[in-house]
């Protein structure tokens, strides 16, 4: 079964600083991976996604995360944090494709979530 | 359009009321899902619908009854909820091995 573990619920850092949010993996094959953030009372937003191809992802709103096999990590990184970046971070691992489904749907695990706070 | 709709925004409903959200997408995705989100937590999923059918129903307790009428809308039924189902209910939409797109979701509390 696929799973993520995001390290650290809560990260705290102050503007114009790196942002570094973890996220762990296990699958048993090549997993597709995503980033996802939420801003109070509002829907998920894809910033990023791995699909195998390059190993350096990068996103929307300065974002970017780094896929390492070796290591079973995709953590998402930004050089430098804007106030504006303060939201719920989510990491998911895409599932096995679901039979009679006609591969058009997986489920998504997706991590317990980090909140980013960042002081002025 | 690369957007999921929904409505209403916010839903206060007795424990009695039959009510229904709603949830809509014109990106021609043909898998459509249901989440439920509690504060603090991440989405939990509900039901999944492929090419208009339901492919996945994650137990969900039958006072929740989706219904999928066309390809670009989903609707949630709900009848006799009790108050630990108020929660964030969040659809998505997906087509083949893309990334799942989601509404900005109804906030239900039930009285």
Known sequence: ?????????HVSVSEGALVLLRCN??????PYLFWYVQYPNQGLQLLLKYTSAATLVKGINGFEAEFKKSETSFHLTKPSA???????YFCAVRGFRQPNSGGSNYKLTFGKGTLLTVNP | DTEVTQTPKHLVMGMTNKKSLKCEQHMGHRAMYWYKQKAKKPPELMFVYSY???????SV?????PECPNSSLLNLHLHALQPEDSA??????SQH???Q???????LTVL
């Open chain 1, 1 to 9: 079964a696929q799973s993520v573990t995001q390290l650290g619920s």
């Open chain 1, 25 to 30: 993996y296990s699958s048993s094959v090549p």
């Open chain 1, 82 to 88: 804007h106030m504006s970046d303060a939201a719920e």
């Open chain 2, 52 to 58: 208009e059918k339901l492919s996945i129903n994650e």
């Open chain 2, 61 to 65: 307790p039958s006072r929740f009854s």
């Open chain 2, 88 to 93: 964030l209910y969040l659809c998505a939409s």
């Open chain 2, 97 to 99: 091995s893309n990334e």
């Open chain 2, 101 to 107: 797109f989601f509404g900005p979701g109804t906030r």
